[in-house]
């Protein structure tokens, strides 16, 4: 079996018979990397040692090449070592070739996508229904920041938008106002390029609390068993905004008697008639729902009284003579207060 070696003296290339005496000694071109993995934009330093029977060979020129493309040639010094220091501009396992008259070895390099950062905060972690939401972050390249990427934003595993970096890598998301209370999710993601690669935020948790709401109540002041009054109420929330289309209970004393719902002006109203006499106390509930708290109305108490009458002498009149013996004919009417006839009242007539 044979091997090749270049012998300098006699600048030929010698055929060896596998075994022979000098075998194992001979012309060695070596190339090492350090490292050997880099991310793009990095850098390797390749170093060639040539060595002649073990001993480094001085003076001679090492050539590099990628692709079979020189990119550098140097000269080995007393170690008999030359290097060449290769800079990542592309990600890929780049082959780097050093030669020496016809001796030749290679050396891989990794490059891989320079590793990025991304962070995502917020203002606040808990607003109230109908605030809108604000996050911000930074896209990072080591301490660097990335400038004119694209970052997404994503509520949960949906896309909402998408923000670009502006200055030191940094971006801001403004989400628009909230309707429901609960908890919001959210997550930055950047989807990396061909030199960069992806990378996702923490996810951020932001609580939507219900919105405070107020809820007022009128009850006029004088009651009358049997006579229709009206109770209003005005829904309104914690900005003082109406509420419409909210659903507000009546209660007559421990007892929920009515529900209305608010009209445009956040306003309910209720029409009742006393039908039992005493004191009565009334309130106005809201239940509140998904975007708004509840709230109870002050408790108002009332008297109902009875209803007033008026009974009018129509005959005989005032002042006028009545004989001895002669029949007298009394009558008159009966209403309440408000001059409405009260019939089947009984009516004592005496005389004095």
Do not use: C
């Not at 991310?39 to 020129?61: H, K, M, N, Q, R």
């Amino acid at each position: 079996m044979f091997y090749i070696k270049y012998d300098k003296d006699i600048k030929e290339r010698v055929f060896y018979l596998k075994g022979e005496t000098d075998s194992a000694s001979g012309y060695v071109l070596n190339l090492s990397a350090n490292p050997t993995t880099i991310v793009y934009g990095g850098s390797s330093t390749i170093t060639a040692t040539l060595t002649l029977d073990g001993e480094p060979l001085v003076g001679e020129s090492i050539s590099f090449s990628i692709g079979g493309v020189v990119v550098d040639t140097g000269t080995t010094d007393s170690s008999g070592q030359t290097q060449y220091t290769y800079v990542s501009g592309s990600v890929a396992t780049i082959s780097i070739t050093g030669e020496w008259n016809d001796i030749s070895d290679s050396v891989n390099i990794t490059v891989n996508k320079k590793p990025t950062t991304v962070d995502l905060s917020t203002s606040s972690s808990t607003i109230s229904v109908g605030t809108a939401p604000s996050l911000s972050g930074t896209l990072l390249d080591g301490s660097t920041g990335l400038v004119g990427e694209s970052i997404k934003i994503y509520e949960s595993d949906t896309l909402i938008d998408t923000v670009t970096t502006t200055t030191g890598g940094s971006f801001t998301f403004t989400g628009t106002a909230t309707t429901v209370s609960g908890l919001l999710t959210y997550k930055a993601v950047y989807e990396g390029t061909a030199t960069y690669s992806s990378s996702t935020s923490s996810n951020v948790l932001i609580t939507v609390t219900k919105l405070n709401t107020l809820l007022n109540i009128d009850v006029p002041l004088v009651l009358v068993y049997g006579d229709e009054f009206d109770i209003t109420g005005v829904l309104t929330d914690a900005n003082s905004n109406v509420l419409s289309g909210k659903t507000v209970d009546l209660d007559v004393g421990s007892s929920k008697v009515d529900t209305g719902t608010t009209d445009s002006d956040g306003e309910v109203e209720f029409t009742r008639t006393p039908v039992s006499m005493g004191t009565h106390t009334f309130q106005l509930k809201f239940d509140g729902d998904n975007a708004y708290a509840n709230s109870d109305s002050s408790t108002v108490t009332r008297d109902i009284t009875k209803e007033t009458s008026v009974l009018t002498l129509n005959s005989p009149l005032n002042n006028s003579t009545i004989y001895t013996g002669e029949s007298v004919t009394v009558n008159g009417t009966l209403t309440d207060n408000d001059g409405v006839a009260m019939p089947n009242k009984t009516i004592i007539v005496s005389e004095s």
